[in-house]
């Protein structure tokens, strides 16, 4: 079955840049359009970043354009968030998700993500 499990969450000062990684099994990984989202504790799950199946095409949330990039490695099943200049308002539980690669237009949208990860923590002290 599908699993994805994140790595890489931590504890960082303002300014400072984490990496995450998010490996995949089970699936055909290059076939799939993946995701981040984030979830601060109570607040909505939101979307973060996006990425097509080839890795050619991405979208951001505007909250993070400009610091945060998304990637990803089929050769090693492997989905990448490098966050930069990181703010206290980014600590959230980060998330990636997979979803079939069409309908593009649905961007972040959580309900058209069938398959997600644990989560893993990301905490900005300031």
């Known amino acids: 079955q599908v699993q994805l499990v994140e790595s890489g969450g931590g504890s960082v000062q303002s300014g400072g840049s984490l990496r995450l990684s998010c490996a995949a099994s089970?699936?055909?990984?290059?076939?799939?359009?993946m995701a981040w989202f984030r979830q601060a504790p109570g607040k909505e799950r939101e979307g973060v970043a996006l990425?097509?199946?080839?890795?050619?095409?991405?979208y951001y949330a505007d909250s993070v354009k400009g610091r945060f990039t998304i990637s990803r490695d089929n050769a090693k099943n492997t989905l990448y968030l490098q966050m930069n200049s990181l703010k206290p308002e980014d600590t959230a539980m980060y998330y990636c998700?997979?979803?079939?690669?069409?309908?593009?237009?649905?961007?972040?949208?959580?309900?058209?993500?069938?398959?997600w990860g644990q989560g893993t923590q990301v905490t900005v002290s300031s």
């Open positions: 998700a997979a979803r079939t690669a069409n309908a593009w237009w649905l961007l972040l949208r959580p309900e058209s993500f069938p398959y």
């Open positions: 089970g699936y055909t990984y290059s076939s799939y359009y």
């Open positions: 990425i097509n199946s080839g890795g050619s095409n991405t």
